[in-house]
């Protein structure tokens, strides 16, 4: 009897082969140390994309709970089989996904399943940076390994688009300035006495201070010599996730790298591209002791840089605002 393998659910949101991970820079990729609880609840449309969308997931019911733990790949016993990877994804159910995260991007090195080692010869793209509304990449990825002692040659292409922007509402509440990212993913499986062909429709939720999409929604079908079967599924992240109650809070979605900082800081930010922007920065007394307005932007994830080197040793708060009353802070420390 023949045995067909399926790609399982592993970390960034979705299947273990699939993109994900963060948006503007290596800051915002998921890191040593994060752990998500992430709900899988029954499929439902994604929607369309767009400018300035409103995506209703009000209803989503909790479903099956599962945690996603990120760790150093040292500590699984498999980094030999992944020297790129700097950080190893550790799902509930005892998968692991090995990523590789760096300035331009994230990369995907193979998972483990069931104990087996599949490594990729030529890693998958899953995040490219920078990552804003209209951003598009493409990449190719190859593997060979063994699964239940028979020897498996993949092969699969991806390609993304941030296909839209606008507000997620969700049970607990409604996010504003959040990026939504279509990939198109195909996989073709050559094994001994079979093949296998997967296609992949997902659709991925950001929000900036997030490291972890929060919707996921899966449409596929897998193709084997036995028939054709769909995929479908969705996934989404509990409110007590780091990072979330900024972004119910706080219209602008706003993070701080280095922080703390000593010569310069860089500020990533939300806009819908609808009014101007105003930066400050107001010391622990209160007075504002730098303010730069940044003008209209794109829609989209924005990158400025400030000089702090002359900046007192302190703690700060630095404010984004905009023409709409939105607004973003987050908590500065220059040393």
């Known amino acids: 009897m023949k045995k067909y393998y399926a790609t399982v659910a592993l970390g960034l949101g979705a299947m273990a082969t699939t993109m994900a991970q963060t948006l503007t820079d290596q800051s915002n990729s998921i ?12 499929y439902l449309s994604p929607g369309s994309g767009g400018a300035d969308v409103t995506w209703d997931f009000s209803g989503l019911a ?13 500590v699984t016993g498999y980094a030999a089989s992944f ?33 087996e080692v599949h490594v990729y010869t030529d890693a998958e793209r899953i995040m490219s940076y920078p990552c804003s509304y209209g951003t598009a990449w493409a990449d190719e990825f190859t593997g060979t390994y063994t699964v239940s002692g028979m020897q498996w040659v993949r092969t699969g292409a991806i390609s993304a688009t941030v296909d839209g922007y606008g507000s997620l509402v969700m ?27 997967t296609l ?24 084997t010599d036995l028939g054709s079967f769909p995929v479908q599924s969705l996934s989404w992240i509990d409110e007590g996730t780091v990072g979330m109650a900024d972004a119910l809070q ?27 922007t105003t930066m400050q920065v107001i010391d622990a007394s209160g007075r504002t002791v730098y ?25 700060y708060s630095l404010c984004i605002t905009d023409g709409k009353g939105g607004r973003g802070v987050q908590r500065l420390v220059v040393e």
């Open 31 to 42: 890191q040593v140390g994060d752990v998500f609880t992430v709900h899988v609840a029954p």
């Open 62 to 74: 909790q479903g099956t709970i599962l945690t996603y733990s990120h760790v150093d790949p040292a």
């Open 83 to 115: 020297p790129a990877s700097n950080v190893a994804q550790q799902l509930s159910s005892g998968e692991i996904l090995f990523v590789q995260t760096d300035g331009s991007g994230m990369q995907q090195w193979g998972e483990v399943i069931n104990s």
């Open 171 to 197: 049970p607990y509440g409604t996010l504003d300035n959040v990026l939504r990212i279509h990939a198109v993913q195909t996989i073709q499986d050559e094994f001994d006495g079979g093949s296998q062909q």
């Open 200 to 223: 992949f429709n997902i659709d991925y939720f950001y929000r900036v201070g997030v490291r972890f999409p929060v919707v996921t929604v899966i449409d596929g079908l897998v193709t």
């Open 250 to 276: 706080q219209s602008i979605g706003v993070q701080l790298f280095p922080n703390p900082a000593h010569a310069q800081v860089n500020v990533v930010f939300t806009s819908d591209g609808s009014t101007a």
């Open 291 to 315: 303010q730069r307005g940044l003008g209209q932007r794109m829609a989209g994830i924005q990158l400025e840089t400030i000089d702090v080197g002359a900046f007192a040793p302190g703690v």
